[in-house]
């Protein structure tokens, strides 16, 4: 099925791990494991198995691969370091190359498991019950908050990392992670769902040098004119609207109708806040 597994160190992969010095923490045993998982990843496709890097390694039994993950003394959190170290390098070479502007993309998805058995006496370790936006409903997993680094055309992954309500919220881990970068070399942006729009995202944000782009939940106060004392929820402006308060813009092959406010929220002093409608939805819920 597969030509061979033997890896020369004149491989892509091999000189890749060299340039972030992983070499110098790793056995060459430790190296030919991490490198054929690499390879099994990008040839075979990797859906979150062992067996899918078995397969690859014929050599290898899976219990053998297990063990390696789980016990072999490498450094994680070098490994990890190194690979952010050469992600930012490369996001802030092209900005300052392009001129392009650099987006974080703060989020966070869900890894579903096989409910353990209440037998079991060892269920997967940090698995808990998360409700998944995808399904619409509670399932059993791990919950991954990742962040992605973009610039022009350039994406990159920055960290993942498994949520665990009993170590820190996953607020906290967007603060954390944030709080990690440089100063972007040009104008940089923190993008967010509107699970993470809040005051404190917004403030360290700005204190790291990135203005803040995310989604707002509709029960979101705002203060227009005529409602600055009270102000009103974004689920009832359109209520108040009318044809000469909106845009029709064109993205694409598509039109919305805009409205944009600029003011405040109560925890944010100045926002650019923009509410948009299908051309053939106007003022729909």
């Not at 509107?194 to 790291?208: D, G, I, P, R």
């Amino acid at each position: 099925m597969f030509k061979n597994s033997i890896v020369t160190k004149s491989s892509a992969i091999y000189k890749f791990l060299i340039e972030l010095k992983i070499t110098l923490y790793l056995t060459t045993p430790q190296i030919h494991h991490l490198i054929l998982f690499i390879n099994s990843m990008v040839t075979k496709g990797y859906c979150g198995k062992v067996t899918d890097v078995s397969d690859f390694m014929p050599v290898r039994h899976r219990t053998n691969i297990g063990k390696f993950l789980s016990e072999s003394p490498w450094d994680e959190n070098f490994v990890e370091k190194a690979m952010k170290k050469r992600m930012i390098m490369r996001i802030w070479e092209t900005s300052k190359t392009t001129g392009k502007h650099i987006y974080v993309v703060k989020d966070d998805t869900i890894s579903e498991k096989t409910m353990p058995s209440s037998k079991a006496k060892k269920p997967t370790e940090k698995c808990g019950y998360h409700h998944s936006h995808l399904k619409g409903k509670v399932v059993y997993g791990h919950q991954l908050v990742t962040v992605m680094l973009l610039c022009d055309t350039l994406v990159m992954p920055y960290t993942m990392a498994i949520y665990d309500k009993e170590n820190m919220s996953k607020i906290q881990m967007a603060i954390e992670f944030i709080k990690s970068l440089p100063k972007p070399v040009n104008e940089g942006y923190v993008l967010c769902d509107s699970w993470y729009s809040n005051k404190k995202l917004f403030a360290v944000s700005k204190q790291s040098g990135y203005a803040y782009i995310g989604g707002l939940r509709t029960n979101r106060v705002i203060y227009p004119k005529g409602r600055e004392k009270l102000g009103i929820k974004l689920n009832h402006m359109c209520e108040i609207l009318t044809e000469d308060d909106v845009d029709l813009v064109k993205v694409g092959n598509n039109e919305y109708y805009v409205y944009t406010y600029r003011g405040k929220l109560n925890d944010a002093k100045d926002s650019l806040i923009a509410l948009c409608w299908p051309k053939e939805a106007l003022f729909k819920p």
